[in-house]
T-cell receptor, first 113, second 117 residues
Framework: AQSVSQHNHHVILSEAASLELGCNYS??????LFWYVQYPGQHLQLLLK????DPLVKGIKGFEAEFIKSKFSFNLRKPSVQWSDTAEYFC???????????WGAGTKLIIKP | EAGVAQSPRYKIIEKRQSVAFWCNPI?????LYWYQQILGQGPKLLIQ????????DSQLPKDRFSAERLKGVDSTLKIQPAKLEDSAVYLC???????????????FGAGTRLSVL
């Protein structure tokens, strides 16, 4: 069965630090890839997505992610984090021919002011 | 555009009691999903509807969970009887169905946090 791994459950950074959150998946075929974010007290919202084309995807709020097919990875990055980036980040993967999203366990990011 | 609406936001019940959650998807979204999110884990799909038909309910514990979407819009998820391990956040999501599965983005409601005592 397909699985999604997010390696860090908790990350604590200071403002202006660079961020990289790891996401690896197990499916070998064509995939659609997503990062969702959940700010404290709010609903899950889409941060960015990859369907095809340029493997470097830019999302909202300065986030980007790079799809590396050979590594089955879709890591999330931001060059300089802000206190308002404190949230939980979820990676999700879907086989191209399937509706179902498979989710990682999430990474809680805390930014110290 | 109004988002996915869920109610209630919080519910506390005792084990063996029953509970129901309600979801109103984004207008025009034919596909509706119910997820269970246990603390420290990612969401797990319970059931997926396309209009008023079930697409996937393979992970729905059918001995105690049921869901319906009778008119293809609102949906309810019921648990009867509840167990301690049902304590979780229940998320509803919806998506616009196009010919290409790849273009279906899921939009989430705020969720219902259930505590079973």
């Amino acid at each position: 069965a397909q699985s999604v791994s997010q390696h860090n459950h908790h990350v604590i950074l200071s403002e202006a630090a660079s961020l990289e959150l790891g996401c690896n998946y197990s499916y070998g075929g064509t995939v659609n890839l997503f990062w969702y974010v959940q700010y404290p007290g709010q609903h899950l919202q889409l941060l960015l997505k990859y369907f095809s084309g340029d493997p470097l995807v830019k999302g909202i709020k300065g986030f980007e992610a790079e799809f590396i097919k050979s590594k089955f990875s879709f890591n999330l990055r931001k060059p300089s984090v802000q206190w308002s980036d404190t949230a939980e980040y979820f990676c999700a993967v879907r086989e191209d021919s399937n509706y179902q999203l498979i989710w990682g366990a999430g990474t809680k990011l805390i930014i110290k002011p | 555009e109004a988002g996915v609406a869920q109610s209630p936001r919080y519910k506390i019940i005792e084990k063996r009691q029953s509970v129901a959650f309600w979801c109103n998807p984004i207008s025009g979204h034919a596909t509706l999903y119910w997820y269970q999110q246990i603390l420290g884990q990612g969401p797990k799909l319970l059931i997926q509807f396309q209009n008023n038909g079930v697409v996937d309910d393979s992970q729905l514990p059918k001995d105690r969970f049921s869901a319906e979407r009778l008119k293809g819009v609102d949906s309810t998820l019921k648990i009867q009887p509840a167990k301690l391990e049902d304590s979780a956040v229940y998320l509803c999501a919806s998506s616009f169905t196009s010919g290409k599965v790849a273009k279906n983005i899921q939009y989430f409601g705020a969720g219902t946090r259930l505590s079973v005592l």
